[in-house]
């Protein structure tokens, strides 16, 4: 496997990042998550689609910009489409991660909480195969086990640092105690407990509306849809749950309080190699809906909108072997 460090691709087994560099002494970096693929219509020859390239550009460019860090997020969709196509994917998942970089130790402590002097980024990205997305239109959601979990994590949740610890113990603790896929996380506020997200996914719930027509043809009309407000329970904008939001306004984001969990019709993960994903169970309690006909609808809206009839969301060839 051919991986991307620091401007250069170099087999991944002779890449080498210092062990004082800040990412791996502190967390002290930032990573964005790419979903690559092919359309079915497209040719052997086209070049791959990158999945809300733009917004993953712009979310990295305010956590560089929150944490001081020198790196042009314009880059990301060069760099990927040279990775992808130095290591022949089409169909990949793709992952960024810039540090601050590592200290010179003869200017002071490397494990100082403040560098000496400015560092120049650390910028690692590596590509692995995933199986193809299914276009068709019919094909349902996948269906997983959630369990809930005490949100212990800062107050930052829009950014996407590497310091993922909290994340991984909730993850860990669902899957070997609860025999769960994902933890969705709760966040202890005065006011109750209010959903933020997965530990690497965010959450949308159907709940019946009662002010909706009882033979509505459209789904989403029969539901009402929510997603947690993130200030209300800080959590990341997911670029999947961005784009399913300019897209449908009936998706409303507000605090999501954790009794809701098991009120509603349908509970929802998304994110970038999850897409969407109906939850099936939680803490051990089925979810009347799943998968229901607002996943089933959401996943439809996802595709078209990641391929549009015309591919506006490749990477360009000159770029993609830059
Ligand atoms: C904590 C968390 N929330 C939400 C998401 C979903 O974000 P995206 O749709 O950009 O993959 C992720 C993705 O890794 C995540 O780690």
Redesign the pocket.
């Given at each position: 496997m051919l991986v991307h460090l620091n401007g250069e691709l170099v087999e991944h087994s002779r890449a080498a990042v210092s062990p004082f560099d800040r990412g791996f002494l502190f967390g002290d970096a930032l990573y964005?998550?790419l979903?690559a693929f092919g359309h079915p219509s497209d040719p052997p020859d086209a070049p791959p689609r990158i999945i809300?390239l733009g917004?993953?550009a712009e979310?990295l460019a305010r956590g560089l910009a929150a944490c001081g860090l020198d790196w042009d997020p314009a880059l990301l969709g060069p760099l990927t489409g040279a990775l992808l196509a130095a290591n022949a994917l089409r169909d990949a998942f793709v992952y960024w991660q810039v540090s601050r970089g590592t200290p010179d130790l003869s200017r002071g402590p490397a494990r100082a909480r403040v560098p000496a002097a400015a560092l120049r980024p650390t910028v690692f990205g590596y590509a692995t195969p995933l199986p193809p997305i299914d276009f068709s239109p019919a094909a349902a959601p996948p269906v997983k086990a959630a369990a809930t979990a005490p949100d212990t994590r800062w107050s930052l949740?829009s950014i996407?640092s590497t310091s993922?610890l909290a994340?991984v113990l909730a993850a860990i603790d669902a899957h070997h105690r609860h025999r769960a896929d994902e933890a969705i996380l709760l966040r202890p506020t005065p006011g109750g407990a209010l959903v933020s997200?997965?530990?690497?996914?965010?959450v949308i719930l159907a709940h019946a509306d009662p002010a909706g027509p009882n033979d509505a043809a459209d789904p989403l009309d029969a539901r009402a849809l929510s997603t947690p407000d993130l200030t209300a329970a800080p959590?990341?904008?997911?670029?999947?749950?961005?784009l399913l939001h300019q897209a449908e306004p009936r998706l409303r984001a507000r605090p999501v309080h954790a009794h809701e969990l098991h009120s509603a019709r349908e509970i929802i993960l998304?994110?970038?190699?999850?897409m969407v994903t109906s939850v099936g169970v939680i803490d051990g309690r089925a979810v009347p809906e799943a998968p229901g006909p607002v996943a089933r609808a959401l996943r439809r809206r996802l595709l078209s909108l990641i391929a549009p009839p015309h591919p506006a969301q490749a990477v360009p060839p000159r770029l993609a072997h830059a």
């Open positions: 964005e998550g979903r809300g917004l993953h979310r949740g996407k993922l994340n997200e997965g530990t690497h996914t965010n959590a990341l904008e997911g670029v999947t749950l961005r998304i994110g970038t190699t999850t």
